[in-house]
């Protein structure tokens, strides 16, 4: 009789989920799924309401990530409203939108560094899950704890000081921005009090990045072989094939490193990528047409960003990403594990973008938006912290939003993470009847590497349950345990 | 010198999805009040959620009140004190309050005197404002803070780990 072990929920990503692992009489793993329950009413949500309010209202989306939606829905509605696509803002504009962007990015990552992963590093993938946390981390490592605590309060100001406040944030609007920056906000993040300041973020963004190889110098096996396997990979590049997070073209490979999608407008996203539906799952699989559904799909985030992009446009960014890229000959990287790696380059990277535009007087003067001809439809990608962000847009002769279609990064990761969960689970479980709590961890840290956003905007009413349930044919429960 | 205590009202929930709103709503309704009465050491914030910076936010101060929505089984809201919680939480978008105030111990060692403020709420679909039920409720909690933060000294001297500190 065969035996379904169901893992629910999914601790420290956000939202909820659940896996379910198939396993025959003798233990092997047959099958292995994350379910998503995604909420998809938005889109209709937004429909007959006046365009320019949705960069706001999309913020309803995630509280973890409105930033991200803020900046793709205003991008779509810079084509509607004629102000290009993408590149057409005056140079106050798309800077002011870049530092938000980067302080999203920064606080996000060091957000997951710290509080999501780091446990898993210092306590052991299989360590106690009463210390296996960031309070276990501030007891053993306060150092470690602090800094944490800190950068994600940097970025959380520099987001405010973009935005406008915390909560609803309306900095970006159709066509550019609506403020500069302040004298006193500018000299508050360049020479702040230690350690908020950006040069300590810098600092303190390099000495991450030296824990993490640190550790993989120690644990080649665990973080070269955990859950790796080989995929295409997509993100947008800027048009000289730098990295690029908040504009630029589609670019693909593939699993060799030969271009799939060979820098395209994204305006035509339509025509390069399709979603698939499937019954056991609400969330739909994005794949690239010209490839088909099964071998078409594709990883995103920061280990997509820095297996498509050729350099990174940050002196230091760019010496750890020669480092990463030499560790593979060039060749993609496809260790799941390295994820860290590169979203701890990723975060070196903006906060040495953050102080190069502390430093441009345009945040400070210039005009804040730009018009032209106005349009019917836009479509906005940027490159969120979990990877490729697509909103479109249409809308009517009343300004009335009539379509919104969203792809959200943890959509487009959808198959690899279902992959990555099948290899945890066939390398930690197999021929394994019991369950322990070292081998459910195993299966939610291959998750946790794609920084997952589960369900964007879910209520959260409280602390839920780890719970495992083991299932038969019959769909009767065997065994239940919860943590 | 006058004395004033440093106190911190902070509402955290997603306006844009109803009555999740309602711990932002009660900031905006107490911080108006505080302007009007020319009460002084307020300070005040809100957030989608509550999260890790917060223990730095939280770590200076003489009094802490978190306020919440809540889907509790309970009449319209109530105050609790906020112990610190060293458990697991399940998402980043749930970090409790408890969890707040363990890590600002362990990182600043030193809990400061917190309440969170429940509010009961009904409806948590995408849209702006709060239902009529959970306005009453809201009206009703503000009327209870105001009369304990006319005298937050009760607040401050019945938590049970407090170390009185006397800020001039």
């Known amino acids: 009789m065969s035996k379904k072990i169901t893992i629910e929920p999914v601790t420290r990503v956000e939202g909820h989920g659940k896996v379910t692992i198939h396993i025959d009489d003798e233990g092997n793993i047959q099958q292995s799924r994350l379910h998503i329950v995604e909420f998809r009413g938005f889109e209709r949500f937004v429909q007959g309401r006046p365009y320019w309010e949705a960069p706001v209202l999309v913020q309803r989306l995630c509280g973890i990530c409105p930033v991200s939606h803020h900046l793709a829905a205003a991008k779509a509605l810079d084509v509607i409203v004629g102000a290009g696509t993408g590149d057409g803002l005056t140079p106050t504009g798309e800077k002011m939108r870049r530092l938000m962007h980067y302080g999203q990015m920064f606080q996000s990552h060091a957000l997951h560094f710290f509080h999501l992963v780091s446990p898993d590093l210092l306590f052991g993938v299989d360590g106690d899950p009463a210390v296996r946390n960031i309070i276990g981390v501030a007891k053993k490592f306060p150092d470690l704890a602090v800094q944490g605590v800190m950068m994600r309060k940097f970025g959380q100001e520099i987001i405010k000081a973009t935005a406008g406040k915390k909560i609803h944030g309306t900095g970006a609007i159709p066509g550019g921005i609506n403020k500069h920056l302040t004298q006193e906000e500018k000299d508050s993040f360049l020479n702040g009090p230690d350690p908020m300041n950006i040069d300590k973020m810098i600092s303190w963004s390099q000495d991450a990045l030296a824990f993490l190889k640190g550790y993989h110098k120690e644990n080649k096996d665990f973080i070269d072989g955990f859950a790796a396997f080989p995929s295409s990979h997509l993100s947008l590049v800027r048009k000289d094939g730098a990295l690029d997070l908040y504009h630029g073209v589609l670019r693909a490979i593939d699993s060799e490193g030969n271009k799939i999608l060979h820098d395209v407008d994204y305006q035509d996203y339509l025509e390069y990528i399709g979603e698939e539906v499937r019954n056991w799952s609400y969330m739909k699989f994005p794949y690239l047409t010209e490839f088909g559904k099964e071998k078409g799909w594709y990883r995103v985030g920061p280990l997509a960003r820095l297996n498509t992009c050729d350099f990174i446009p940050s002196p230091l960014a760019q010496k750890e990403f020669e480092e990463f890229r030499a560790y593979t000959n060039g060749k993609p990287n496809h260790m799941s594990m390295h994820y860290h790696w590169a979203r701890l380059i990723e975060v070196l990277h903006c906060a040495e973008m953050m102080k190069e535009l502390l430093n441009d007087p345009d945040l400070m003067e210039g005009e804040l938006v730009t018009k032209g001809e106005k349009r019917s439809e836009g479509v906005g990608l940027i490159e969120a912290p979990r990877g490729t962000l697509f909103h479109h847009y249409a809308i009517n002769e009343h300004d009335q939003l009539t379509m919104a279609n969203l792809i959200v990064s943890t959509t487009n990761n959808n198959e690899p993470m279902n992959v990555a969960v099948n290899h945890a689970a066939k390398q930690f479980m197999q021929g394994q009847q019991k369950i322990t709590e070292g081998m459910m961890n195993a299966v939610e840290v291959a998750i946790r590497a794609y920084d997952p956003c589960l369900s964007c905007a879910t209520h959260a009413m409280g602390r839920m349950p780890l719970e495992i349930v083991l299932v038969d044919n019959n769909n009767k429960i065997i065994d239940k345990k919860r943590r | ?168």
């Open chain 2, 1 to 168: 010198m006058k004395f004033f205590h440093k106190i911190l009202i902070y509402g955290f929930g997603n306006p844009g999805r109803q009555d999740d709103g309602l711990g932002n709503a009660f900031v905006e309704r107490m911080e108006q009040w505080v302007k009007e009465q020319g009460l002084e050491g307020f300070e005040f914030d809100s957030n989608y959620q509550l999260n890790i910076e917060d223990a730095t936010e939280i770590s200076d101060k003489d009094l802490v009140i978190f306020a919440d929505a809540s889907v509790e089984d309970i009449e319209d809201f109530v105050l609790t004190q906020v112990d610190a919680d060293t458990k697991v939480a399940f998402t980043t978008h749930a970090a409790t309050p408890g969890y707040i105030v363990q890590l600002c111990q362990d990182i600043y060692k030193r809990i400061p005197p917190t309440y969170l403020l429940h509010i009961k709420g009904y409806e948590w679909a995408f849209r702006e404002g709060l239902t009529e039920k959970a306005m009453e409720n809201l009206q009703k909690a503000v009327e209870m803070m105001k009369i304990k933060l006319q005298n937050p000294e009760e607040l401050i001297g019945n938590f049970k780990n407090f170390e009185y500190k006397e800020v001039y």
